[in-house]
């Protein structure tokens, strides 16, 4: 059965559940309360499974929206539908009040941040006087459509469930974009995706706030369900459970939120007809019962449960690009006497440490210069500097004459600087594709909307084609749709490689780039390099080979303790005496 199919049998299953003769309406509404939960377990997996922040204050959004939707049809007469924009508008914006200060914390603090303002949201909600307290607000009005109230679970069933499948495909569109691409590699570590263009931040409050909207879409749903609302549901031990819900169902895949809110739920309410039956009412050990079946299913599916069900179906066919319009091409040019980079007494101190001590060099336009070194040199902190991974301590960066040093990583992104890395740094799960289209992320235009609605296609096109070139240009070809992390270490770098040409640079720097190839992938390497300098490309690279560096470089910065101790052509380099006994030894 293809994944359209079973899609398409699920929707039918869950047109005819509620005409099934005899089903007790229970049923329906358990159903219903399934359907609510996954909404928000479905913001969870894109949050906490995909961007790789975890949150447990999830249920206070629900709250803003129930809240928000409760007072304005009960004290104000609106109606609900009109009262929905007002729920999320409220959700979103406590989103991004919260947001600015949770999403830039990282570690445990990111999650126990997430405890603190649930646990204080759950008694706030208590304690306001025009929410009710803790009694809250009841007698809040129906759905309804073309005058007919939906007050029968049956009927309202259809809303809830539209709603989830709508918010779910909305969702699959996202995260098969340019932002989706953006949002996945979050969570391998945010260095590679700034890098590349991606503002971090701005991408975690994207994330942060649309978990919050899902979240407050079910909130408003709930109040127009029970038509009663009190904090009660919208605790931290809420919270917790949707979290057990998206980790359970699969952390990173939509259609197990689902599969999470429903075994969560249909769990709870077993055992609170089992438990009783077998112990007495005067035992209430249902709670703990319930953490050990949680904890039991952990161990069983730690990578969730719809991971197992998915093998059931084929596995979707991953197609090539299709052959798009080709994206503009950085003209290079400028005036060749006048350097491209120029390193000015930049230094780099940490406490009594000096990584790297007042070094100066210069990179020309259409220029391959080395900066070599015996290990802890200080080449790499030195790539850290030029890129804004590291703060310089004293003196200047400049690119094209345009002072750089001090600003981010995204922002020298933006000038045309790209990079590789020491220790390879590809997100596994994503096919080569993908990783190399992170690399032309500046390159695309379309946004957040245009992602979900599929408005974005011809931009996206143009994107995984130029990947796509990339990939055929490092000769990784046949590789391009299997996953990063299935490649060899020297394939991986050449990855990298082929991402950082993705980004159109016009100075490319590349940490370490022949490690781990064999000698005819050297030559590979040596050849694309050598053809990128024709092309006007400048290359600064850090590299152990000598040979490799020696026949293909047109300058050379030796370092050593973090100070330049020599500098000049290839051949001026081999027999330095101060470069000997950096390598070999003084009496060497």
Same mark, same amino acid.
């Given at each position: 059965m293809s994944p359209r199919l079973a899609l398409g049998a699920f929707v039918a299953a869950l047109v005819l559940v509620p005409l099934v003769p005899g089903l007790? #309406?229970?049923?329906? $509404?358990?159903? +219903?309360?399934?359907?609510?939960?996954?909404?928000? =377990?479905?913001?969870?997996?894109? %949050?906490?499974? #995909?961007?790789?922040? $975890?949150?447990? +204050?999830?249920?206070?959004?629900?709250?803003?929206? =129930?809240?928000?939707?409760?007072? %304005?049809?009960?004290?104000?007469?609106?109606s609900p539908w009109l009262a929905l924009p007002v729920s999320l508008l409220v959700s979103g914006s406590a989103a991004v009040v919260l947001g600015l200060v949770t999403v830039r914390l990282s570690g445990h603090f990111l999650p126990l941040s997430t405890m603190a303002w649930g646990l204080s949201l759950y008694y706030l909600f208590g304690k306001i006087e025009m929410l009710g307290r803790h009694d809250g607000i009841s007698a809040i009005p129906p759905l309804s459509l073309a005058g007919f109230e939906l007050t029968d679970p049956r009927a309202i069933h259809y809303v809830i469930w539209g709603t989830v499948i709508a918010a779910a495909i909305l969702t699959l569109h996202l995260l098969d974009s340019r932002i989706g691409r953006a949002i996945r590699a979050l969570r391998r570590g945010q260095l590679a995706a700034e890098s590349f263009g991606i503002n971090v931040a701005r991408i975690k409050l994207i994330v942060f706030v649309y978990a919050a909207?899902?979240?407050?879409?079910?909130?408003?749903l709930y109040a127009h369900v029970q038509r009663t609302v009190t904090p009660t549901p919208f605790g931290i031990s809420a919270g917790i459970e949707y979290l057990f819900m998206a980790v359970l169902g699969g952390a990173g895949q939509i259609w197990g939120a689902i599969v999470g809110a429903g075994l969560v739920t249909l769990l709870k309410e077993a055992l609170q007809r089992l438990v009783p039956a077998l112990f007495g009412n005067s035992v209430q050990i249902e709670g703990v019962v319930f953490g050990i079946a949680l904890v039991a299913l952990l161990q069983f599916a730690r990578e969730g449960l719809w991971p197992h069900l998915a093998r059931i179906l084929p596995a979707p066919v991953r197609l090539a690009p299709k052959a798009a319009e080709a994206l503009a091409r950085r003209a290079f040019g400028g005036d060749r006497n006048r350097p491209l980079l120029v390193l000015d007494a930049a230094r780099k101190q940490f406490a009594g440490l000096v990584a790297v001590?007042?070094?100066?060099?210069k990179v020309g336009r259409g220029e391959i210069v080395a900066l070599i070194g015996p290990n802890g040199a200080g080449k790499s902190t030195t790539f850290n500097l030029i890129t804004g991974v590291t703060k310089l301590t004293a003196g200047t960066v400049r690119f094209d004459e345009a002072p750089i040093s001090g600003t981010s990583p995204q922002v020298i992104a933006r000038h045309g600087i790209a990079r590789t890395f020491q220790h390879v740094k590809l997100n596994p799960d994503m096919t080569v594709l993908e990783n190399v289209a992170l690399g032309a992320h500046l390159r695309g235009r379309a946004g957040l909307m245009a992602a979900m609605l599929r408005l974005d296609r011809r931009d996206e096109a143009r994107l995984l084609a130029e990947a796509a070139?990339?990939?055929?240009?490092?000769?990784?070809?046949?590789?391009?749709?299997?996953?990063?992390?299935s490649l060899a270490l020297g394939q991986q770098r050449m990855v990298e490689i082929a991402r950082a040409l993705a980004m159109d640079p016009e100075l490319l720097l590349l940490d370490e780039p022949a490690a781990g190839l064999r000698h005819f992938e050297k030559a590979a390497l040596a050849d694309l390099l050598a053809r990128l300098r024709a092309e006007g490309m400048s290359i600064l690279l850090v590299e152990h080979d000598m040979g490799f560096v020696m026949g293909l470089t047109d300058h050379i910065v030796v370092l050593d303790f973090g100070t330049k101790i020599a500098e000049g052509p290839p051949d001026a380099i081999k027999t330095h005496p101060a470069v000997l006994e950096a390598y070999l030894g003084g009496a060497a």
């Open positions: 007790p #309406v229970f049923w329906i $509404t358990l159903l +219903g309360n399934i359907g609510l939960a996954a909404l928000v =377990a479905m913001g969870l997996v894109l %949050l906490t499974g #995909v961007g790789g922040m $975890t949150s447990f +204050g999830q249920a206070a959004f629900c709250g803003f929206g =129930a809240y928000a939707t409760a007072v %304005l049809s009960t004290h104000y007469g609106w909207l899902l979240a407050g879409l079910s909130g408003w001590n007042d070094v100066s060099f070139c990339q990939i055929e240009r490092i000769g990784l070809a046949e590789h391009m749709m299997k996953p990063a992390g």
